[in-house]
């Protein structure tokens, strides 16, 4: 490396003496008072990232195990022909279950678990910028699972396959099976997107003073990646069960030919969830071995800039892709050619990643070990099923291959490949972090072999049985098909693989009582997170370092002592609060600090009142359901009361090496502004899923919207635009009345908002109702009471928080210079206005131009 | 010193967007290209239409794409090769973090580019809604 003549160091350096040892003992008693995690029952109310991340983590686990047993039993079933272990009903049953939970039970959450541990620690960050958030998020996901996976024991659970296509999943099925699939998975979805905004804040803006984006760990490029895809993906899954759940519910005809409504609109908002999520799954266990790697090789990763550009890349064009599980619907041949492209081009930089580990490896020199085995196990079993993948990629040959045992073994390639090994590398790479133990070498090589082995016995041979026309999801097949051996020798594979998992489970959780503690950094890696002592504080870190470079373990000379001595910054608690540094998402500047919050059973308490909503609904017991959603807002309104936005003793504080930060920070340079801008891109694009099935019918029907229009109407639409759009210049008035600190203009503005807002909230619901328009009888007036009634509820939702906001400033917890609150709903009504001018440009224009 | 104090190279940098600008661009091509073709097909040729008239859309949007994509690549080229340093830009300088952003917007930007020819060559093969 040449440096730059005119470079501009602006580094700073530790202190150059340590602090005296009595000095250091006070910050070190006060830190972990701070940081105590509570004891005894209150346990349970810790909110700390290495408590919640660990929880979350072991429950995706143990739903792991549950979905793996459910297999086997489908295994059992397969063996031989026309075998009656498990009744057609319950063989219907164990597939959606397996899919369903495998996927949202354990591939996507312990993505999000395994970050939750280890993001803050990568970052040197005491915790992520919400730790209640986290704990909302592990608690709603452990109620959702335990619904969904509970279901199938009382012979209730869902039966449509795990992407629950209509009308198998609506006219076809009277249970309860489909909506606990639809609120339970709504429910865990909502979880999903919390932990996004905690993962895409987190790592933008707790990075430590001086990680700039050049040297920001791999790991924490892909879970930004990922966690922004989450913000686009999910949603169209969110408001694909909404319209479903709708339709079950109150017989709103979306997918019901018969009403005018479209099975193929499901698929489509499934597949643009379903795709992006397969790479959402892959990208974070990839980025495990991008960790991995150079730690064992003890060189930097080779082309990190590519490495970086293989995330964004696949995070883009993996949204291209959702086309290409609909190629058989009979799509004209031009755009199954557009989706075939991009499925070819996405193998692009999934590509370029695996060719920057082989160079790393190549270039260095590999220390043997077991997280390197199964990094190398995981490469070998995704690079076969990205070779199939290729393969599917093209229409003809997917013709052929569509919904047989041939796609069964490709993605299951690609999944146990992509994320099921590299998440085991990364169990035995990380878990000295956890417990300050190692786990044996000897049971990672036995387990590793026997499950690689399985795995290749159970699924290499199912592309054979699916290219011999065995379908996917039949309960049973004929004795003379010439199936018999194939799917024989697959379910002795599955139960080696089985045997592989066993036992590296019981390396897991086996008992470690005597094991002595790992050495500190036993893997000599360079990255911040083996900055740990074993075993670890609650602190995340000692104190928070200034960063110089990629692998600074490697390169900072004295760089644990300086750490561990407290000659970095915040190396005190003096108020014994929970504190972090925020920085700049560019250069990790120091930009203010942060308090966090500490334990609390808030969190849990809102999961579960929230939960009560969807589990009630599940039973349409929509009394008891609206009374659970009531209670949820009277929790989550407490939590934010009592535990946000609160005005600090002191403007500033002095956070060591010289340095003093504000304590407090609205508008843009906040994590809070941050995270509201970022849930509302997510609700966005639920919204704009909703708009694409208006776009969607129009192109499938002569007559969407109907020639004459029934309804909305223009008049009621273009009212409500007019109250809303003075509604939202009330709303920025509010916000620059109190920043003047003119208090009766401010409460003025937000009256007059209150009452201008619901007043458009009725205009826009009064176009549909006095056009007497029934959602029940076709599809048209279905979506646009749909697309009215949205906006209703959101706008409902901002007048609640202009309320919150007059509260505030009432209680004296909002001033002119501390106003967190007024901003973050201004910015919510942003987007409130944008939805609904759309829908209103929409619902009332569109039918004149169609 | 205080926060403000700090160099403020950043504030006038593009922010990590502009990393995003070469994949949008293919997105917004992706979309239009695959909007026109359906709505082109459904509302107006019917299934054994031709498809002339999206194929010579499709030509129109590549071009635009294609020079979008070009001028953002060869934008984050010139960052990348600004100053004396090479690969692998992981210097701990604002300059550094610079080239290394203009090296992403660059690699990014040809990906992009990659998979606009790779979607644009569909409608030289397929000629009807079939």
Redesign the interface.
């Known amino acids: ?5 005119g ?5 700073v350096e530790p202190l150059a003496q340590a602090p005296p040892p009595a000095i250091q003992r006070g910050q070190v008693e006060r830190l972990l008072r701070a940081w105590k995690t509570p004891t005894g029952w209150r346990y349970w109310s810790a909110v700390n990232n290495s408590e919640v991340g660990l929880w979350y983590t072991t429950a995706t686990f143990i739903f792991l195990l549950f979905a793996g047993v459910l297999a086997l039993l489908m295994r059992v079933q397969l063996a031989a022909p026309n075998n009656d272990f498990l009744s057609a009903e319950l063989y219907n049953q164990a597939f959606t279950v397996h899919g369903s939970a495998m996927m949202f039970l354990f591939a996507i959450p312990v993505f999000e678990a395994i970050a939750v541990m280890f993001l803050p620690q990568m970052l040197g960050a005491r915790d992520l910028p919400f730790p209640r958030l986290s704990a909302f998020g592990f608690w709603a996901f452990l109620i959702g699972g335990i619904f969904l996976s509970g279901s199938i024991f009382f012979d209730a659970a869902p039966r449509g396959g795990w992407f629950m296509y209509p009308p198998l999943t609506s006219t076809y099925q009277s249970g309860i099976g489909p909506d606990i699939w639809l609120l339970g998975f709504s429910f865990i979805e909502i979880a999903a997107i919390a932990a996004a905004v905690e993962m895409i804040v987190g790592t ?1 803006q707790c990075r430590p003073p ?1 990680m ?4 920001m760990p791999l790991y924490a490029w892909y879970i930004l990646v990922a966690s922004a895809m989450i913000l686009f993906a999910f949603p169209p899954l969110i408001a694909g069960s909404l319209l479903l759940e709708v339709e079950r519910a109150f017989h709103w005809p979306f997918f019901d030919p018969n009403g005018g409504g479209d099975p193929l609109l499901w698929q489509h908002l499934f597949w643009l969830f379903g795709h992006p999520e397969v790479y959402i799954i892959f990208l974070p266990s990839v980025a495990l071995i991008a960790m991995i790697v150079p730690t064992f090789t003890r060189i ?1 990763i080779v ?4 490495v ?2 293989a995330a ?2 696949t ?3 993996s ?2 892709l959702w086309v290409h599980h609909m190629y058989t619907t009979g ?5 199954l ?6 499925s ?2 996405v193998a ?2 999934t590509g370029v990643q695996i060719f920057c580990f082989l160079a790393t490896i190549a270039a260095g020199r590999v220390t043997r070990s077991v997280p390197m085995l199964y990094a190398f196990g995981a490469l070998v079993i995704f690079v076969l099923g990205g070779l199939t993948g290729v393969m599917v990629a093209i229409v003809p040959f997917d013709f052929q291959a569509h919904d047989t045992f041939f796609v069964v073994g490709h993605f299951h390639y690609v999944l146990i490949g992509g994320a099921l090994f590299p998440i085991f590398a990364g169990a035995y790479y990380f878990f000295p972090l956890i417990n300050g133990k190692g786990l044996s070498e000897r049971l990672g090589r036995i387990g590793f072999w026997i499950a690689f082995a399985g795995f290749n016995i159970a699924f290499l041979p199912m592309h054979l049985t699916g290219l011999r026309g065995m379908p996917r999801r039949v309960f049973t097949y004929p004795d003379d098909l010439g199936l018999n051996a194939l799917n024989l020798i697959s379910t002795i594979g599955a139960f080696i693989l089985a045997g592989g998992i066993a036992v590296i489970f019981w390396d897991l959780f086996r008992p470690k009582g005597r094991q002595p503690y790992s050495p500190r950094n036993p893997w000599k890696a360079g990255t911040l997170e083996w900055l740990a002592e074993m075993p670890g504080k609650p602190w995340g870190v000692r104190s928070i370092p200034e ?4 692998y600074p373990l490697w390169d900072q000379p004295n760089f644990e002592r300086d750490v561990d001595e407290g000659r970095f910054y915040l190396p005190d608690a003096e108020e014994e609060q929970r504190e972090t540094i925020v920085t ?4 990790a ?4 600090c942060l308090r966090l919050p500490g334990p609390s059973f808030i969190p849990l308490v809102a999961a579960v009142t929230t939960g009560g909503f969807f589990v009630f609904g599940t039973f349409y017991q929509w009394t008891l359901a609206v009374i659970s959603l009531v209670l949820a807002l009277c929790v989550i309104v407490y939590w934010l009361w009592t535990g946000t936005a609160i005005v600090p003793e002191k403007p ?1 504080k002095n956070v060591g090496l ?5 304590l407090y920070a609205s508008g843009i340079r906040s994590v809070s502004w941050w995270a509201m801008c970022i849930t509302m891109l997510a609700l966005f694009s639920a919204f704009m899923s909703l708009i694409f099935g208006y776009f969607f019918f129009w ?2 029907h002569e007559d969407f919207p109907p020639d004459p229009s029934p309804g909305p109407g223009q008049f009621w639409p273009l009212l409500a635009g007019a109250l809303l759009l003075a509604a939202w210049g009330s709303t920025l008035v509010a916000r620059n009345r109190n920043r003047a600190d003119a208090a009766g203009g401010y409460y003025a503005s937000l009256a007059a908002a209150i009452v201008l807002a619901a007043g458009g909230a009725l205009a826009l619901l009064a176009g549909p109702y006095f056009t007497q328009l029934d959602p029940t009888t076709h599809v048209y007036p279905a979506t646009v009471w749909l697309l009215a009634s949205w906006n209703g509820l959101l706008i409902g939702v901002g007048i609640i928080m202009y309320l919150y906001c007059i509260a505030r400033r009432a209680a004296g917890r909002m001033t002119a210079t501390y106003d967190i609150d007024i901003a973050n709903v201004t910015l919510y009504w942003h987007f409130c206005m944008l939805m609904a001018a759309i829908t209103i440009g929409v619902i009332a224009g569109f039918p004149l131009v169609a | ?3 403000n104090s ?5 504030a006038r ?1 593009p ?2 967007w502009v ?2 600008i070469s ?2 661009v ?2 917004v091509h ?1 979309l239009l ?2 909007g026109t ?3 082109w ?3 107006y040729a019917g ?1 054994a239409g031709s ?1 002339w008239t ?1 194929r010579v859309a499709i030509l129109v949007y590549t071009a635009v794409a294609l020079a979008a994509i070009g001028l953002t690549g060869s934008y984050g080229y010139a960052a990348h090769r600004r ?15 610079r ?3 203009g ?2 917007t660059f ?2 930007s040809s ?2 580019a ?2 606009v020819i ?2 644009a ?3 030289l ?2 000629e ?3």
């Open positions: 490396m040449i440096p730059d003549a470079t501009t160091r602006t580094d933008l001086g700039r984006v050049n040297l930097p082309g990190y800039t590519w970086v550009l964004i890349g995070g883009f064009i949204f291209g799509l004209p041949g031009v755009s050619g557009l989706f075939s492209a991009a070819e081009a692009i930089p960063i110089d470079s990629r700049s998402p560019l250069d500047r120091p930009e203010y500033e010289g340095l003093t930060l504000p192109t499938r | 010193m205080n926060a700090f160099s403020s190279a950043e940098d922010t990590l990393l995003t994949p949008i293919w997105a992706f290209s695959y073709a359906a709505v097909c459904a509302k299934p498809l999206v100053g004396a340093a090479g690969l692998p830009h992981d210097d701990d300088t604002p300059e550094d973090r080239r290394f952003m090296f992403a690699l990014l990906l992009s990659v998979a790779y979607a060559l569909v409608p093969f397929v009807t809604c079939q």
